[in-house]
C-alpha cells in the first residue's frame, strides 16, 4: 500500500515536471469528428429555419460544457458587461450591480408606461434584456483613429474596427458614462440606467461620443491610405 501510494506520487512529479516543459500534451477524450454543440436558442432558430436541423440527426456531438447553456440568466453579452464592471474580482459585486441596472431600468419604463396614452403604450419595451441589447448596438462604432507615423509625422488615420473591440468600446463608454456623476447625489446603478436607455432610444452621451468619433474620422479621411503603408 505504501509503495503504491510513494509510486503514485513519483509519477505525478513526473507528470508536473514534463508537463511544465510543454512535453505531455493533454487531449479532448471525444474525436475531432464529434461536432459542437449548438446551444444558443438564435443558432438553433436560424437552423429551423433554413430546415438544415435534420442533418444533426445521426451526428456524433460533444456534450455541452456547464457554461454552455441556453438560459436566459446565463447571457454571453451581458456577462460580458458584469466582467467589464468588475474590479478587483468582485464579481458578485457587479452582478449586484447588474441587478440593480436591470431592476431601475423596468421601473423607469413602467412609470412612463403608466405616463403615456394608450395609444403609445406599444411603443414603450419593458423588456431590460431587450433595451439594453438596443443600447449596445446603437452606441458600437464603425470607424476608429489609429496614430500611424509616416515619414516621422503621426497621422490620426481612420480604420474600420473588428466586432470585438466595437462591442468592448461601447460597453465601455456606457460604464465610463456612468461613472462621470455626483456620487452623493446619484447611484451607479441609478445614473447606468438612463444611460442605457438613452442609448436605446439614441440619445445621451454615449451616443454623443460615437458621432464625435466618426466626424473625426470623416475629418480625417484624407489620410485612410496611410493605413495600408
Same mark, same amino acid.
Given at each position: 500500500?505504501?509503495?503504491?501510494?510513494?509510486?503514485?506520487?513519483?509519477?505525478?512529479?513526473?507528470?508536473?515536471?514534463?508537463?511544465s516543459?510543454?512535453?505531455?500534451?493533454?487531449?479532448?477524450v471525444f474525436?475531432p469528428?464529434?461536432?459542437k454543440?449548438?446551444?444558443?436558442?438564435e443558432?438553433?432558430e436560424?437552423l429551423?429555419?433554413?430546415g438544415?436541423?435534420?442533418?444533426?440527426?445521426?451526428l456524433?456531438?460533444?456534450p455541452?460544457?456547464?457554461?454552455?447553456t441556453?438560459?436566459?440568466?446565463n447571457?454571453r453579452l451581458?456577462?460580458?458587461?458584469i466582467?467589464y464592471i468588475m474590479?478587483?474580482?468582485k #464579481? *458578485?459585486?457587479?452582478?449586484?450591480l447588474m441587478?440593480? &441596472?436591470?431592476e431601475?431600468i !423596468?421601473m =423607469?419604463?413602467? /412609470?412612463s408606461? @403608466?405616463?403615456?396614452?394608450?395609444?403609445?403604450?406599444?411603443?414603450?419595451e419593458?423588456?431590460p434584456?431587450?433595451i439594453?441589447?438596443?443600447?449596445?448596438?446603437?452606441c458600437?462604432?464603425?470607424l476608429?483613429l489609429?496614430r500611424i507615423q509616416k515619414?516621422?509625422?503621426?497621422?490620426?488615420v481612420?480604420?474600420?474596427?473588428?466586432?470585438a473591440?466595437?462591442?468592448?468600446l461601447?460597453m465601455?463608454w456606457l460604464?465610463n458614462?456612468s #461613472? *462621470?456623476?455626483?456620487?452623493k447625489?446619484?447611484?451607479? &446603478?441609478?445614473?447606468l440606467? !438612463?444611460e =442605457?436607455?438613452? /442609448?436605446?432610444n @439614441?440619445q445621451?452621451?454615449v451616443i454623443?461620443k460615437?458621432?464625435?468619433?466618426?466626424k473625426?474620422?470623416e475629418?480625417n479621411?484624407?489620410y485612410?491610405?496611410?493605413?495600408?503603408s
Amino acid at each position: 500500500m505504501v509503495l503504491a501510494r510513494t509510486f503514485n506520487l513519483l509519477m505525478l512529479r513526473d507528470l508536473t515536471r514534463y508537463n511544465s516543459m510543454n512535453i505531455i500534451q493533454f487531449y479532448s477524450v471525444f474525436p475531432p469528428s464529434f461536432v459542437k454543440p449548438i446551444f444558443r436558442k438564435e443558432e438553433q432558430e436560424i437552423l429551423y429555419n433554413k430546415g438544415e436541423e435534420k442533418s444533426y440527426t445521426h451526428l456524433r456531438i460533444r456534450p455541452a460544457t456547464p457554461f454552455q447553456t441556453s438560459s436566459e440568466f446565463n447571457d454571453r453579452l451581458i456577462r460580458k458587461f458584469i466582467n467589464y464592471i468588475m474590479k478587483a474580482g468582485k #464579481k *458578485e459585486l457587479a452582478r449586484k450591480l447588474m441587478d440593480q &441596472t436591470f431592476e431601475n431600468i !423596468k421601473m =423607469i419604463q413602467i /412609470a412612463s408606461y @403608466n405616463r403615456v396614452s394608450s395609444d403609445q403604450k406599444q411603443n414603450i419595451e419593458l423588456d431590460p434584456k431587450v433595451i439594453f441589447y438596443s443600447a449596445i448596438k446603437n452606441c458600437t462604432p464603425i470607424l476608429e483613429l489609429k496614430r500611424i507615423q509616416k515619414g516621422g509625422i503621426p497621422y490620426q488615420v481612420p480604420v474600420p474596427i473588428d466586432s470585438a473591440r466595437a462591442n468592448y468600446l461601447s460597453m465601455n463608454w456606457l460604464i465610463n458614462a456612468s #461613472k *462621470e456623476r455626483d456620487k452623493k447625489a446619484f447611484k451607479f &446603478t441609478e445614473v447606468l440606467a !438612463k444611460e =442605457i436607455i438613452a /442609448a436605446a432610444n @439614441n440619445q445621451g452621451r454615449v451616443i454623443k461620443k460615437k458621432q464625435d468619433l466618426h466626424k473625426q474620422c470623416e475629418a480625417n479621411r484624407t489620410y485612410a491610405h496611410f493605413r495600408w503603408s
